[in-house]
Nanobody, 128 residues
Framework: DVQLQASGGGLVQAGGSLRPSCTAS????????IGWFRQAPGKERERISW????????VYTDSVKGRFTISRGDAKNTVYLQMNNLKLEDTGVYYC?????????????????????WGRGTQVTVSS
């Protein structure tokens, strides 16, 4: 039973940083990727970044390049999203998701409807 859980969101002022994490359980091998998404009220779910668990390769969307960093923990079932220089428009619920049966990443992140399992999300609020 694959389960994902995002945690570590919170309230931060613009320009600050947060580092939510995603823990995954139930995978039988490392042929999967973990992606981070966010969704603001009334908006579509937005891709942020994803990482291939097997080798740590990453892809970022343009809106977060240079500010966000996705990484694996020492335990390969944990993924972090270091978010720096947060902006008001970064506010939303941040979700992690898993896409399995993947051994390499393409040049762009897969959309939300390609992912196989989702966590419940963690709220990130950026204030002025």
């Amino acid at each position: 039973d694959v389960q994902l859980q995002a945690s570590g969101g919170g309230l931060v002022q613009a320009g600050g940083s947060l580092r939510p994490s995603c823990t995954a359980s139930g995978f039988t091998d490392d042929a999967y990727a973990i992606g981070w998404f966010r969704q603001a009220p009334g908006k579509e779910r937005e891709r942020i970044s994803w990482i291939l668990i097997r080798d740590g390769s990453t892809v970022y969307t343009d809106s977060v390049k240079g500010r966000f960093t996705i990484s694996r923990g020492d335990a390969k079932n944990t993924v972090y999203l270091q978010m720096n220089n947060l902006k008001l428009e970064d506010t939303g619920v941040y979700y992690c998701a898993a896409l399995w049966f993947i051994t390499s990443l393409g040049p762009t992140m897969a959309p939300a409807d390609r992912f196989d399992a989702w966590g419940r999300g963690t709220q990130v609020t950026v204030s002025s």
